[in-house]
């Protein structure tokens, strides 16, 4: 079992970066393919992108170029790098943990999630 806590969220102009934090205690982030994946006032959860724990990364359409996934294994820790921010990415972000080896872009197949952490862009 793992528990997520992700952080770094807040209040930043468009065009202005962010760096979030998913922090795994019980197991080791590595032995998870860790998502992430954000959820706006009034809209569906979002898948934002995804690493799997041989290492590969995939993001959605919407965010390729702009975020980065990346993972400290020492740290245990998963980051999300979001540059170039825009109004339309404010939402609640979270960080979600699966044991499959293989890129999950539905978030119905994670089993841990954290509690989210708001990320507001304004215009």
């Known amino acids: 079992q793992v528990q997520l806590v992700e952080s770094g969220g807040g209040l930043v102009q468009a065009g202005g970066s962010l760096r979030l934090s998913c922090a795994a205690s019980g197991r080791t982030s590595s032995s998870y393919t860790m998502g992430w994946f954000r959820q706006a006032p009034g809209k569906e959860r979002e898948f934002v992108g995804t690493?799997?724990?041989?290492?590969?990364?995939y993001y959605a359409d919407s965010v390729k170029g702009r975020f980065t996934i990346s993972r400290d294994t020492a740290k245990n820790t998963v980051y999300l790098q979001m540059n170039s921010l825009k109004p339309e990415d404010t939402a609640v972000y979270y960080c979600a943990a699966d044991s499959s080896s293989v890129p999950l872009r539905v978030g119905n197949l994670y089993d841990y999630w954290g509690q989210g952490t708001q990320v507001t862009v304004s215009s």
């Open positions: 690493i799997t724990r041989r290492g590969g990364i």
